[in-house]
């Protein structure tokens, strides 16, 4: 028997446990009150750089992305009414990625680092533009096909950039990129990310209650006075704004928006309204909790993020396809 009340509190404690152990692991060999003496300002300036240029920017953006990610996954899910829809369904996270590896083809990303994010926002933004303009107000199949779509359309030519690489150099700064990472961000790509990652929580936190009706399908919630339109809008819109801020400055991560809800529904049930926040605190416990697992297995050789989520995710996508087969069957 669910009991979401204690889920959430569980949820939450584990949020600020993993937020804190982020903040106290690293190679610098800072000591517990150390780096909360640094983090307030005090103490060493190499400990206080550690701390407010490192530690913190990189704890910050696991819990936005992490959060964004689930709380996405879950909207799209009780959207489309398909366990298996995740962010990426809609193409906005190829879209950005293929604003940033334009960034790095260029070169601007050299000359001006701020070019890499700012390209894989327009890129996310222009996806929106185009899904709207394809999907027009017609059902949510026509929305899924153009999302595919989109997506397809961007991989193929973020794989066209990659062979058109001037040097293995480029490719290989491409690639990596591409499997997403924390590491040597800062507070500047908290600041750019934060605005977009709030105003998407702002549009997606309020629609539990609509897809708590939608549930009952399409024309039982317009007859509860749903406007599926805006519905879907918002939806569209807020995942666009919280998802491409996230893959503009950390890559593409994968998967946690797909395993998160499903992780929450057994512990908060299936309502949308009691799954959305839940979704987005195991999101970040989840992004937080592999950002740890980065660092602490394999800490000079720096494995990329979206490796471990896609470690963890990919098995679990397995389960979930031959679950729904056996069901289905």
């Given amino acids: 028997m669910p009991r979401p009340g204690l889920a959430m509190a569980l949820l939450g404690l584990l949020v600020a446990g993993l937020f804190a152990a982020a903040l106290l692991t690293g190679p610098a060999g800072l000591g517990p009150a150390e780096a909360i003496r640094a983090l307030l300002?005090?103490?060493?300036?190499?400990?206080?750089?550690?701390?407010?240029?490192?530690?913190?920017?990189?704890?910050?953006?696991?819990?936005?992305?992490?959060?964004?990610l689930g709380l996405s996954g879950a909207v799209l899910q009780g959207l489309l009414r398909n366990p298996l829809a995740e962010p990426g369904l809609i193409g906005v996270s190829g879209a950005a990625a293929l604003g940033a590896v334009l960034a790095l083809y260029t070169g601007l990303s050299a000359a001006f680092p701020l070019a890499l994010p700012l390209m894989g926002l327009a890129g996310a933004f222009a996806a929106v533009a185009a899904l709207l303009a394809l999907a027009g107000p017609g059902s949510m199949l026509t929305l899924i096909l153009a999302g595919v779509?989109?997506?397809?359309?961007?991989?193929?030519?973020?794989?066209?950039?990659?062979?058109?690489?001037?040097?293995?150099?480029?490719?290989?700064?491409?690639?990596?990129?591409?499997?997403?990472?924390?590491s040597d961000r800062s507070m500047t790509h908290v600041a750019l990310a934060g605005p977009f990652i709030l105003a998407g929580w702002a549009m997606l936190?309020?629609?539990?209650?609509?897809?708590?009706?939608?549930?009952?399908?399409?024309?039982?919630?317009?007859?509860?006075?749903?406007?599926?339109?805006?519905?879907?809008?918002?939806?569209?819109?807020?995942?666009?704004?919280?998802?491409?801020?996230?893959?503009?400055?950390?890559?593409?991560?994968?998967f946690v928006g797909l395993v998160v809800p499903h992780l929450m529904r057994p512990l908060v049930g299936a309502m949308p309204s009691r799954?959305?926040?839940?979704?987005?605190?195991?999101?970040?416990?989840?992004?937080?909790?592999?950002?740890?697992?980065?660092?602490?297995?394999?800490?000079?050789?720096?494995?990329?993020?979206?490796?471990?989520?896609?470690?963890?995710?990919?098995?679990?996508?397995?389960?979930?396809?031959?679950?729904?087969?056996r069901r289905l069957a």
Wanted: aromatic letters at 4%.
């Fill in 41 to 68: 300002g005090e103490g060493g300036a190499g400990a206080v750089l550690v701390m407010r240029e490192i530690r913190l920017p990189r704890a910050l953006l696991g819990l936005m992305i992490g959060a964004s």
């Fill in 149 to 182: 779509a989109i997506g397809a359309v961007a991989s193929a030519l973020s794989a066209l950039v990659l062979n058109l690489a001037p040097n293995p150099f480029a490719a290989l700064e491409i690639v990596f990129w591409m499997l997403g990472s924390l």
């Fill in 205 to 254: 936190g309020g629609l539990g209650r609509g897809l708590d009706a939608l549930t009952l399908g399409e024309d039982a919630a317009a007859s509860m006075g749903v406007r599926l339109g805006r519905l879907r809008l918002l939806a569209i819109c807020g995942t666009a704004a919280a998802i491409g801020a996230a893959t503009a400055v950390a890559g593409v991560i994968g």
């Fill in 275 to 325: 799954l959305l926040p839940a979704s987005a605190l195991g999101g970040a416990a989840m992004l937080l909790a592999a950002d740890l697992a980065v660092r602490l297995i394999a800490p000079g050789r720096d494995i990329k993020l979206g490796v471990v989520t896609a470690l963890v995710g990919a098995p679990f996508f397995l389960w979930l396809v031959l679950a729904t087969r």
